[in-house]
């Protein structure tokens, strides 16, 4: 939880909230209020029926961003969530509520790397998973055509894991120019 | 004849009462016009490409130069301005329009993330496309100001003059 994230007290829940609560119960792991909005942590296997319930029944039709977080070097998240080290991160948002933001937040363990593609329920998705592929190496399953989109074809490794060096691996010194396809 | 410049440094006045024309070498009279015509590739990936729009716009006005004559074609332009930062994946990109412009042809590495990689000293960034390219003249600042780009053609124009050979023409 984020300082800006405080925490939901029973006068004040919103709605979308009471609906999620009732409908998923176990699988939220956790529930936070930020700002026009809520945030709820999800577990895996409830992610996409809980993205497709927002979208369908409750009108948060418009998929903002789809990205993800690297915690490895934050104890604290990490220890939370059973260790999972990454967590794909699904903002959404809606014209007709008050409460017009929700952030979908899923922890992915590294043994584990994917969990299933949105790209089904939102076109836009598409490039959206296919970036945070790219950095992070989370493969979306059922994705179409999940290919690196930032990085070049023959880059190896994600740059946004933590464990990737800053200044690289010598990729920026040397490359073959007859290979590249331009 | 016309061609009265006192920049052709060994041509001779003739008397006017023979007509007029001057002697001269044909070298120098085609560096004299390849100096004064010459056409910009722009390659602009950041925020150089705006002080490099102001360049060309009206109020610094590069045609007084004679280089009014943008090119987005490679094949119609003998100088390269490589303005903004240049990724591993871009980098191809621009060696091959570099390849495509006719020689001679000159390059002007414009700010501090084409001549050095600025500030993003990352993984991603080319640290100086001089690693890859043949860079004749290298701008600093961040972005450089109009005058300094306005001086860097200046720079090459000079290097024209005297008859200095580009510096990819060395490396071929």
Redesign the interface.
């Known amino acids: 939880m984020n300082e800006e994230e405080k925490e939901i007290t029973e006068e004040t829940i919103p709605r979308v909230l009471e609906q999620l609560r009732e409908k998923f119960g176990d699988a939220l792991l956790e529930e936070a209020e930020s700002q026009n909005g809520v945030v709820v942590v999800v577990n895996k296997e409830k992610s996409y029926l809980l993205l497709e319930y927002l979208k369908t029944e409750l009108a948060y039709s418009f998929l903002v961003d789809v990205t993800a977080v690297d915690n490895s070097n934050l104890e604290s998240e990490l220890m939370k969530y059973d260790y999972a080290r990454f967590m794909v991160i699904y903002q959404l948002y809606t014209f007709e509520e008050e409460t017009s933001r929700i952030r979908v937040k899923v922890p992915v363990h590294e043994k584990e790397l994917k969990i299933q593609s949105v790209t089904d329920l939102w076109k836009g998705a598409n490039w959206l998973e296919r970036e945070t592929y790219d950095m992070f190496g989370i493969d979306f399953e059922g994705h179409p055509d999940l290919r690196r989109i930032?990085?070049?074809d023959d880059f190896e490794g994600h740059?946004l894991q933590k464990d990737?060096?800053?200044?690289?691996?010598g990729?920026?010194?040397s490359?073959n120019?007859e290979k590249?396809n331009? | 004849m016309g061609l009265a410049n006192p920049n052709i440094e060994s041509g001779h006045r003739a008397d006017q009462s023979e007509g007029n024309f001057v002697t001269t070498t044909i070298d120098k009279v085609v560096n004299w016009g390849r100096k004064n015509s010459l056409w910009p590739m722009p390659f602009g990936t950041a925020c150089c490409a705006i002080e490099m729009m102001a360049t060309l716009a009206s109020k610094f006005d590069l045609s007084r130069f004679g280089s009014e004559a943008i090119r987005f074609s490679p094949r119609q332009s003998d100088l390269l301005i490589v303005s903004g930062r240049i990724s591993?994946?871009m980098?191809?990109?621009l060696?091959?329009i570099y390849d495509q412009m006719p020689e001679p042809k000159w390059v002007i590495s414009m700010g501090a993330c084409a001549s050095c990689g600025g500030v993003f000293?990352?993984?991603?960034?080319?640290?100086g496309v001089d690693?890859?390219l043949p860079v004749d003249v290298y701008i600093p600042g961040c972005p450089p100001r109009p005058e300094d780009l306005i001086d860097a053609v200046m720079q090459v124009q000079r290097q024209i003059h005297k008859g200095e050979l580009p510096k990819g023409a060395e490396v071929a």
């Open positions: 930032l990085m070049p740059p990737y060096p800053l200044r690289g691996r990729e920026r010194e490359f120019f590249q331009v | 591993i994946k980098m191809p990109v060696k091959r000293d990352t993984y991603t960034l080319i640290q690693q890859f």
